[in-house]
């Protein structure tokens, strides 16, 4: 069974950081792009990091440049999502997302695996 777990949410300060992993169990996708989106009650999940099964191509979402850090350990099977001068808007469910079968990496309906989620809260 394909597993996504994610974890490394919490509560932090605006201006602070937080460092979220996403650990795949089931399969490899030593060969798959993973990405993190996140959601909001009410919202659509929003597209915020992907990268390319190598690393050599990596897309933020405008929201997340310059601010959020994605990465990846293929021979430990995780991606992770370094998240640096939060702010409150970045408050969401984030969750992990893996092996693109769709056309588009901005898409949540492209992505075939995706785990539970892990909340993030930023305090103001």
């Known amino acids: 069974q394909v597993q996504l777990v994610e974890s490394g949410g919490g509560l932090v300060q605006a201006g602070g950081s937080l460092k979220l992993s996403c650990a795949a169990s089931g399969r490899t996708f030593s060969r798959s792009p993973m990405g993190w989106f996140r959601q909001v009650p009410g919202k659509e999940r929003e597209f915020v990091a992907v990268?390319?099964?190598?690393?050599?191509?990596?897309h933020y979402a405008d929201s997340a440049k310059g601010r959020f850090t994605i990465s990846r350990d293929n021979e430990k099977n995780t991606v992770y999502l370094q998240m640096s001068s939060l702010k409150p808007d970045d408050t969401a469910v984030y969750y992990c997302a893996a092996e693109i079968s769709g056309s588009s990496w901005r898409d949540p309906g492209a992505y075939d695996y995706w785990g539970q989620g892990t909340q993030v809260t930023v305090s103001s």
């Open positions: 990268s390319s099964w190598s690393g050599a191509q990596i």
